[in-house]
């Protein structure tokens, strides 16, 4: 009975990713004369809304075929929001509970989301509790810790198998530049990066990887200074990316190149990105955003030509009473002004201060 449960549950799974595997590549124009072409990969469009949904089937899936995951089990996430929110989608389709360990910080759209999945929400004060409580919750109910912070690297099939990675080489095949000269993405498990560094190594590309950190992260430091038990304590306001310390997850032999972002910086290329294309997403697109803008400048100053791809990460339907509350943003001491004329200066001249 067991058996046949589980093969039910990965059919399911497999059968999701037929239907929502692929997501769009838009472009972000930029001067023709640049030479240089920006895409952004838009995983909102998950039946989750977010990247997230990638890794949660991954997680899911490696807990049932590594038999920690059968008929009745309880599920149990650390996460900022949007991985437990794709958690509790499947957990909903495959008939199981499903228990979120969120720092109280979470957006609330985002705790909505994981109620509407039929999810549980456990609130902890900071970022940094929720291994601990998530681990002390699964052992109360006898349940399984997807443990995303861990698992994420080893999850996700690097080689290929439809991977984000594969799906961006193969839609990149007819542009001008078909090989990426940089892949920016933020770093939350650090599981996006190790698999763009790791299939580009396979392929034998020559693209590079660059992650943009958000403030209060650990993972710069832990990157620049080899000390993977670098920790700051804090965590980043940017949910989705940043860590108070260097997660399992996150390998830094993939990576070529770091930025730190600041929260402002990161906010104001969102709201950009709004204002130049219409694509609503959230803070950590912002990230991504201003870290490529970043390349693209140093790319120019080098007078090279070729492709960035970045992405949008989820919807920033998800912030609206933060990032994109004005009131919130006043609140926390962030003054945007400074970094959009930066973006918009960028945009113009192809000069980065």
């Known amino acids: 009975m067991t058996d046949l449960w589980i093969r039910r549950a990965i059919s399911l799974l497999e059968a999701d990713a037929n239907r929502s595997a692929d997501t769009h590549l838009h472009r972000f124009e930029l001067p023709e004369h640049w030479g240089i072409e920006l895409y952004l990969k838009d995983e909102s469009v998950h039946p989750t ?12 899936l490696y807990g049932l075929v590594n038999g920690k995951i059968t008929e009745g089990t309880t599920l149990v996430e650390a996460s900022s929001g949007s991985t437990a929110v794709s958690e509790a989608y499947f957990a909903r389709m495959l008939g199981l509970d499903f228990i979120a360990v969120v720092p109280k910080t979470t957006s609330i759209e985002k705790i909505e989301l994981i109620e509407f999945y039929a999810g549980r929400c456990h609130l902890v ?16 109910t006898g349940g399984y810790y997807l443990d995303q ?19 961006v080489y193969a839609q990149m ?7 990426p000269s940089w892949i920016v993405v933020g770093a939350g498990t650090g599981g996006t990066s190790a698999t763009f560094g790791r299939y580009a190594r396979y392929k034998g590309h020559e693209t590079k990887i660059c992650v943009g950190d958000p403030e209060g992260s650990s993972f ?3 990157w620049r200074t080899g000390n993977m038990g670098y920790a700051t304590g804090k965590g980043s306001r940017i949910e989705g990316i940043g860590r108070p310390s260097v997660e399992p997850s996150f390998v830094p032999g993939v990576i070529d190149h770091m930025v730190q972002v600041s929260d402002a910086a990161s906010l104001a290329a969102m709201h950009l990105l709004r204002a130049k294309t219409r694509y609503f997403a959230g803070g950590s697109t912002g990230t991504n955003l201003y870290a490529a803008f970043g390349i693209i400048a140093q790319m120019l100053e080098r ?3 070729g492709s960035v791809v970045t992405l949008i990460c989820d919807s920033g339907e998800r912030y609206a009473n933060t990032y994109y509350n004005q009131q919130w943003v006043t609140e926390q001491g962030l003054d945007l002004a400074p970094h959009t004329a930066q973006l918009e200066h960028f945009l113009q001249t192809g000069l980065w201060d």
Not at 54 to 60: D, M
Not at 149 to 167: C, H, L, M, Q
């Open 49 to 60: 809304g977010s990247l997230k949904h990638r890794l949660a089937r991954s997680l899911i």
């Open 125 to 140: 004060d900071a970022a940094g509790q929720v291994d601990a409580a998530a681990r002390a919750l699964a052992a109360e």
């Open 149 to 167: 912070f861990t698992y994420a690297e080893r999850a996700t099939d690097w080689r290929g198998n439809n991977n984000i990675a594969e799906s």
């Open 173 to 179: 095949a007819a542009e001008a530049h078909p090989i």
């Open 220 to 222: 710069y430091e832990g």
């Open 303 to 305: 007078g090279q030509q």
